[in-house]
């Protein structure tokens, strides 16, 4: 795979940080967004810190989404509808990968998977962005694990979309994360059920103090 531009959309978080410096790990151009530039470049120094070498820019999620190849969105769902309206035209024909993941914390009980009207976070996202290349993808694999960059992770990303050819670019990049196997997890209405399961490993971790990723056998 040639090096692609990756912008991260709410990038500042720790499951677009663990991503972000993945990716720059192997070579990719990284563009980190935030909702203010300093936070954007804040953390483009961190990931920097960490990568020396790694070709990186931080600034507002509009200045990064700018010709991007594949545009990661990786904010909480609940600034998914607002954020999305500001770029709808800025992402058009871009591949875009979701790994928004619809979630409810109640107390006694642990993670609580959302009822999102939409079916899932990635149908709703491709309703507002009807010119995008939707995919979903990432929503189970653990942020802590992302950010040992000297550590395998070990898991599966199941990749869900319509688009034939971005889940094939979304599944590569997958497979350059060191233990990392990108699948083909079907059409884009299948994220219902990814991002569900990522409330299931949550209060897993919490319950067994670990962080749990998924692999799926047979395939």
Known sequence: MSIKKIAFIGGTGPEGIGLALRMASVGHRV????????????????????????????????EVVN????VFLTFPYSGQEATLKTLVDDLDNVIVCNVVAPLDFVKGIGAVAQDVPGNSAAE????????????????NMSAEKLMKLGEPVESDVL??????????????LANQIDG??????????????VEMLT??????????????SIQVVGI
């Open 31 to 62: 563009l980190i967004g935030s909702r203010t530039q300093e936070r954007g470049k804040e953390v483009s120094e961190r990931i920097l810190a960490e990568v020396p070498d790694a070709n990186v820019y931080g600034g507002t999620n509009q």
């Open 67 to 70: 010709d991007a190849d594949v």
């Open 124 to 139: 709703e996202a491709a309703v507002q962005l009807p010119d995008s290349r939707v995919v979903a993808a990432f929503q």
């Open 159 to 172: 990749v869900c979309s319509d688009d034939h050819e971005a889940k094939g670019v979304v599944i590569e």
């Open 180 to 193: 990392v196997r990108g699948l083909d997890g079907g059409a884009l209405s299948n994220s219902r059920y």
């Open 199 to 212: 409330s299931l490993l949550i209060n897993l971790n919490r319950l067994h103090k670990t962080q749990t």
